[in-house]
């Protein structure tokens, strides 16, 4: 008697998280598919409200992935760059709102900690001798002096040039210059599911930005100054 044919199954739908970053010096994008970086673009400079939507059109058009498939964007909320936080935010919110997804705000700190060795601590030069840095993962971000690493063994993020040498205690500290992060973002967005981040968002507004402190400016005079 011949066997009856099993029902066709559907395969389960991917997970897909258009992540982006603009915290740092320049810009990084990727597409992440259930735990594995499809795509990713970065490109340097200070001109990344100009470039941001090239480089994303570039990096669907490379995946052929539509946009309408995101189901999750992820973007840093800062601390870093003034400018550079508020144009990528920006982005990030009007994506979501477009395409009616929800959007995953993580911390820069949070980002170039992840993957990094138990102990690291992240680094953000601030441009005015001082770092936006987190001491551990989940760590709220704060402005930071040079002293501040003193026991620091690995410091992982931008500037950091200042802090080498040994530490505290004699033994020496590891520098590691941040990497596109853009793929740290979207790892960190999937430890929560989409569901959980929509409703975050429905209860709290959209990710804001964290900034530290005001906007660093330069005067006519040459003059670097903060502004509130």
Do not use: H
Request: hydrophobic share 50%; aromatic share 4%; charged share 20%.
């Amino acid at each position: 008697m011949p066997g009856r044919a099993r029902p066709r199954q559907t395969p389960p739908a991917m997970t897909t998280i258009l992540a982006l970053d603009c915290a740092l010096e320049g810009l990084s994008v990727a597409l992440w598919q259930d735990g594995v970086v499809v795509a990713q673009r970065a490109r340097g400079g200070r001109d990344q409200a100009a470039t941001l939507f090239p480089e994303l059109a570039a990096l669907f058009a490379e995946t052929g992935i539509a946009r309408n498939a995101v189901d999750l964007l992820a973007a840093s909320r800062g601390p870093g760059s003034f400018t550079g936080v508020r144009a990528g935010l920006a982005a990030a919110r009007g994506l979501a709102i477009a395409l009616e997804r929800p959007l995953a705000g993580i911390t820069t700190t949070d980002a170039l900690l992840e993957g990094a060795p138990a102990g690291a601590v992240a680094a953000i030069a601030s441009g005015l001798g001082d770092w936006f840095c987190a001491l551990a993962p989940g760590a709220a971000p704060f402005v930071a002096d040079a002293a501040a690493f003193s026991n620091a063994a690995i410091v992982v993020g931008t500037g950091l040039a200042p802090l080498g040498g040994l530490r505290a205690d004699g033994g020496p500290r590891e520098l590691r210059a941040a990497g596109p992060l853009a793929p740290a973002l979207a790892a960190l967005a999937a430890r929560r599911s989409v569901a959980e981040w929509r409703a975050e968002n429905a209860s709290d507004g959209l990710p804001r930005p964290l900034y530290l402190r005001g906007a660093s400016v330069t005067t006519a005079t040459g003059e670097r100054r903060t502004v509130e």
